[in-house]
């Protein structure tokens, strides 16, 4: 009876014939290259289905002069995710990676990663979706499902209302500007303390705090927007001084 031999990470020829084995096994699968390459990026493939959702293949091979191999290192892990494609092209993960590790028999890890594949396509053919714009949710670290576009609208997700104030800073804490403190929701959807300092007018100097006032009470009486305040512009008044 013919035994299966052990993978060996410290034999070259052995990381050479595994990561001969993943890219077969990646081809096979219609999955194509998408990054990396050289002694110490690892080769990155994906496959991507008609909803945006997009999996990623983290092999741990890297290009040496005899060609492609996977890494020394037995605990680095090859790693399978599943990602979305926002509407602003940005890709979110869905969740925790699946993790690949390279030990026992070459056969063993090439199925172990078909395995990990098969879960994660099964995983984006059905994805939990936001009731309001239909979007894939994913797992923040807290262990909610968000949604990933973020799809509550602007007013839901920031408060109009806020308060102005002066604060120092700089290295010696000699640097005064006005700053507007608001509300904002994070990618969780909890209301967090915000600041946005008005950075075209910071003072310095002796008289820098009563500049810094003397502004804040103009902004006051000018009644600005937030939007102005949070994209540090200072063109609502005349003069800043």
Not at 17 to 35: M, T
Not at 74 to 87: E, H, M, P, Q
Not at 191 to 206: C, D, T
Not at 209 to 219: D, E, G, I, P, T
Request: aromatic letters at 6%; a positive charge; one cysteine or more.
């Amino acid at each position: 009876m013919n035994m299966i031999r052990k993978y060996d990470p410290s034999s070259q020829e052995d990381r050479i014939e595994l990561a001969q084995n993943i890219l077969r096994s990646l081809h096979d699968r219609g999955f194509e290259y998408k990054s990396g390459g050289g002694p110490s990026a690892e080769l990155v493939f994906e496959k991507v289905n008609e909803r945006g959702l997009c999996i990623h293949v983290f092999t741990t091979i890297v290009e040496t002069a005899r060609g492609n191999e996977v890494r020394a290192l037995g605990k680095d892990a090859i790693r399978v995710i599943l990602s979305y494609i926002k509407n602003d092209g940005v890709l979110r993960g869905l969740g925790k990676e699946r993790r690949v590790f390279r030990t026992g028999d070459i056969p063993g890890v090439i199925q172990r990663l078909n395995d990990r594949i098969d879960q994660t396509v099964a995983r984006s053919n059905s994805p939990e979706s936001c009731e309001k714009c239909g979007a894939p949710k994913f797992e923040s670290k807290s262990g909610n499902l968000v949604c990933s576009e973020i799809c509550w609208d602007n007013q839901d997700a920031l408060r109009r209302e806020f308060t102005l104030n002066v604060e120092s800073g700089g290295q010696n804490g000699n640097d005064w500007r006005v700053v507007a403190i608001f509300a904002e929701r994070d990618s969780e959807g909890k209301w967090r303390e915000k600041r946005a300092g008005l950075h075209s007018r910071i003072f310095q100097g002796p008289d820098a705090r009563r500049k810094a006032l003397n502004l804040l009470s103009r902004m006051r009486d000018a009644r600005v927007d937030l939007g102005d305040v949070r994209a540090g512009r200072c063109n609502f008044l005349p003069h800043a001084e």
